[in-house]
């Protein structure tokens, strides 16, 4: 699942959990928040480092030619 849909179905969750008095189900809501935020932090640290990968190759290429 991607952390966009991960953080709606733990909104969801909450939100259901709050509805109907279930502490269990809103606990596992708010896991499912903090699952979808730190899936997109390691997305962006991912995006990161491959475009300081493709920085590093392309001037590598260019003082190699």
């Known amino acids: 699942m991607s952390g966009?849909?991960?953080?709606?179905?733990?909104?969801?969750?909450?939100a259901l959990g709050?509805?109907?008095d279930d502490?269990?189900?809103?606990?596992e809501g708010q896991t499912d928040q903090?699952?979808?935020a730190t899936k997109?932090?390691?997305d962006?640290?991912?995006d990161?480092?491959?475009?300081?990968?493709?920085?590093?190759k392309n001037k590598l290429s260019k003082k190699n030619n």
């Open 4 to 14: 966009t849909a991960d953080e709606i179905t733990g909104r969801t969750k909450e």
């Open 40 to 42: 997109s932090k390691l």
């Open 23 to 27: 502490k269990e189900l809103k606990r």
């Open 18 to 20: 709050v509805l109907t």
């Open 44 to 46: 962006n640290a991912n």
């Open 48 to 56: 990161w480092a491959k475009h300081k990968i493709d920085d590093i």
């Open 34 to 36: 903090a699952a979808a």
